[in-house]
């Protein structure tokens, strides 16, 4: 199964777009901003694709070089049998930085890439510039009793990772779990970009991508948190971890101590953004890439 979707392609003003092959991938990249500007590489979550960050673009063109990829198995870039675990798509990124020629880029991750920033950030340091995190604990967290309390909120995981059903919810029916995950912890998305997402995750190719991100990288990818895999490890790649004000499950105070050690690592929250960070703040976003990406060039 390597499928591309065949449905339209979202317009953004100033954004082009090309194809790149990166190890076995396939890779839609959506670009804007000099080609010689720092590069700012952005990596979506789930459910979505490069237009999450339809709204920070236009806010960093004039003095980066934007790069969205969409991931393996979503949006425009094609869609293999396999591969969604976080070994092979820590190896995808890696291996965009080679065909795109990006020396020490700024990543910016989002939900499930997060996983893959944490990866590169530590066992890779030397090719990342600095790192934002939004939505995301600091590598050494613990799950909390409150945090615990609010699993419940995320029932849509299991179902979308089971082997089977896991494709049949992602894109039968009124697609239920992908509709709860566009519209958690409040709706952030407008009628036309909320079935946009929806239209997408409908084709065959996609539903059974999404399954296996959610079995492959996510559900083992959280247990892993409580097993401490950067205990004791050092970060030295200045980063920037942004909160959602709305997020019912993860605030600066449920972080817990640190079991490691850092360089440059700051925790801040923006107010009234919920889950998607990018979709609802914008603004705060492109405000923490240009302060650490300054800082960053800073330390040389």
């Known amino acids: 199964m390597e499928a591309q979707t065949a449905a339209p392609m979202p317009e953004v003003a100033g954004v082009t777009h090309r ?19 720092p590069p700012v590489l952005l990596l979506h979550g789930s459910p979505q694709h490069w237009y999450e960050w339809r709204g920070v673009i236009p806010l960093l063109v004039a003095d980066h070089r934007v790069i969205a990829p969409d ?49 590169i950030a530590f066992d890779h340091p030397e090719r990342l510039r600095a790192l934002v995190a939004l939505g995301s604990p600091h590598p050494w967290s ?14 849509f995981q299991p179902v979308l990772a089971a082997p089977g059903v896991g494709p049949l919810a992602v894109r039968g029916g009124r697609q239920r779990a992908v509709s709860f ?36 990288l996510v559900l083992p990818g959280m247990a892993a948190i409580a097993r401490g895999p950067w205990d004791g490890r050092h970060l030295a790649v200045p980063t920037r971890i942004v909160l959602a ?23 801040s929250t923006a107010a009234g953004a919920g889950h998607y960070i990018a979709d609802d703040r914008p603004d705060a976003v492109a405000a923490v890439v240009r302060e650490v990406t300054a800082a960053a060039a800073g330390r040389g």
């Open 19 to 37: 194809r790149i092959r990166a190890g076995d991938l396939d890779v839609h990249v959506a670009e804007a901003g000099p080609a010689d500007a």
């Open 71 to 119: 991931l393996r198995g979503c949006g425009w870039t094609s869609a293999p049998a396999g591969g969604y675990d976080l070994d092979t798509q820590t190896r995808d990124v890696l291996a965009m930085l080679d065909a795109l020629e990006l020396e020490r880029p700024t990543l910016v991750t989002h939900d499930y890439s997060g996983f893959m920033g944490w990866r």
């Open 142 to 155: 613990r799950p909390t009793a409150g945090m615990l309390r609010q699993v419940w909120r995320l029932w």
């Open 181 to 216: 995950m566009l519209d958690w912890p409040e709706r952030t998305f407008d009628d036309a970009d909320r079935n946009r997402y929806l239209a997408f995750w409908r084709q065959p190719a996609s539903a059974h991508a999404l399954s296996a991100i959610y079995r492959q």
């Open 245 to 267: 004000g709305k997020d019912p499950i993860l605030d600066e105070a449920s972080l817990g101590p640190w079991r490691g050690t850092a360089d440059d690592l700051r925790v």
